[in-house]
């Protein structure tokens, strides 16, 4: 699977729109976006996944760019629940090849 | 649905005993997954199962772990003997097969070796 790079944090204001980048530059043609989050003692948490095109989910918005070396995931209106660890990661979908590798994720605080 | 349902919830133990975690999937789920997390290694992928058949096993860090699916609606994942470095949370996880793939996490064991 494809190695995704992504900051280590990020801070995001209550009600704003909250704008977490990756780069998977190595991305194959095969393989697909995904996006999750943990939330603080909890087990992550899928959110949203994508090939190609934009994707919109009721949770999240995700861009990924023309040549697919890039995306952005837009949570449109922060809350304080919001706030997690979120893991981009780069993996084929479908098939026996199905398994999850983490980074470190980003680290968004939604505050007040 | 409930969701992945792992027991327990908490285990503390003594450095030598055995550990057993469980874990029942999905139903109609037909993979199944069991990671560890810690601060130092992060979240970090044990074993997985497709149709109750180990597929990778190749993140179990030891023989001292063992896993099993003996059918599609448990798993367990053992620990004998446990160490203190086995101090973890044990998540499992299930998925569909077919489709996009999405795995649905439970809400983890937290594991103590003294």
């Known amino acids: 699977d494809a190695k995704t790079t992504q900051p280590p944090s990020m801070d995001c204001a209550e009600g704003r729109a909250a704008n977490l980048p990756c780069n998977h530059s190595?991305?194959?043609?095969?393989?697909?976006v995904y996006w999750y989050r943990q939330i603080h003692s909890q087990g992550p948490q899928y959110i949203i996944h994508g090939l190609k095109n934009n994707e919109t989910n009721e949770m999240a918005s995700l861009i990924i760019t023309e040549d697919r070396k890039s995306s952005t995931l837009i949570l449109p209106h922060a809350t304080l629940r919001d706030t997690a660890v979120y893991y981009c990661i780069v993996r084929v979908a479908g098939g026996t090849a199905s398994k999850l590798t983490f980074g470190t994720g980003t680290r968004l605080q939604v505050t007040l | 649905d409930a969701g992945v349902i792992q027991s327990p919830r908490h285990e503390v133990t003594e450095m030598g005993q055995e550990v057993t975690l469980r874990c029942k999937p999905i139903s109609g789920h037909n993979s199944l997954f069991w990671y560890r997390q810690t601060m130092m290694r992060g979240l970090e992928l044990l074993i997985y199962f497709n149709n109750n058949v180990p597929i990778d096993d190749s993140g179990m860090p030891e023989d001292r772990f063992s896993a099993k699916m003996p059918n599609a609606s448990f798993s367990t994942l053992k620990i004998q003997p446990s160490e203190p470095r086995d101090s973890a949370v044990y998540f499992c996880?299930?998925?569909?097969?077919?489709?996009?793939?999405?795995?649905?996490f439970g809400p983890g064991t937290r594991l103590t070796v003294t």
């Open positions: 190595t991305i194959s043609g095969n393989e697909y």
């Open positions: 996880a299930s998925s569909s097969y077919t489709g996009p793939n999405e795995q649905y």
